[in-house]
């Protein structure tokens, strides 16, 4: 069984469009986040949901939309898709806030042309 | 705001250990120190977590000096597959960013 899944693994798609990547755990785990990780390969967080709740956001531009219908569900609306936000998108989820081991998701590559 | 500091790349060979150091100086009394290696395609894998002095599972060593501003990841003999992206972060998990800003860590690359 896959921990952390992702769909799609790949999207290639053109600039203005709008796109959604989902997100599920089966860990039991009460706390999801979505990482960017461009092409220099830094691995930034995006925002985290506690519980379907939003607790971080990190200045992330308001064309993207975390949706969390349940605490195992973390799906990642795009609008209007930029050259920019061509990246790999990665899930991960972890009990609530804590120091614990973040269980990663295989990652979504986003190719806008 | 904790900010790690690795070096970008290392070269090692088959068979030997490999330490890779962190840097930590802001380092927070609740912060914990947490490796993850993260393989081409694929999403950051956690190997190591600590607070204080050494820690050790199977994969892995990690040392914490008595200041806490920096600490040592420990692969004992390693071998062509560990080659990976090393990662250290500090956080104390309480819910903000901190603690997971993953920097650009440090390329590994294990030869014959």
């Known amino acids: 069984d896959t921990a952390v899944s992702q769909t799609p693994k790949y999207l290639v798609t053109q600039m203005g469009n709008d796109k959604s990547i989902k997100c599920e755990q089966n860990?039991?785990?009460?706390?999801m986040y979505w990482y960017k990780q461009d092409s220099k390969k830094f691995l930034k967080i995006m925002f985290s949901y506690n519980n379907k709740e939003l607790i971080i956001n990190e200045t992330v531009p308001n064309r993207f939309s975390p949706k969390s219908p349940d605490k195992a569900h973390l799906n990642l609306h795009i609008n209007s898709l930029e050259l920019g936000d061509s990246a790999v998108y990665f899930c991960a989820s972890t009990w609530a806030l804590s120091t614990d081991t973040q269980y990663f998701g295989p990652g979504t590559r986003l190719t806008v042309l | 705001l904790a900010k790690t500091t690795q070096p970008i790349s290392m070269d090692s060979y088959e068979g030997q250990e490999v330490n890779i150091t962190c840097s930590h100086n802001n380092i927070a009394t609740n912060d914990y120190i947490t490796w993850y290696q993260q393989f081409p395609s694929q999403g950051p894998r956690f190997i190591i977590q600590g607070y204080k002095t050494k820690v050790t599972n199977e994969v892995a060593s990690l040392f914490i000096p008595a200041d806490r501003k920096s600490s040592t990841l420990s692969l004992p003999r390693v071998s062509l597959s560990d080659t990976a992206v090393y990662y250290c972060l500090v956080g104390d998990g309480g819910g903000g960013a901190d603690g997971l800003t993953f920097g650009k860590g440090t390329h590994l690359i294990i030869q014959p």
């Open positions: 860990l039991g785990h009460d706390t």
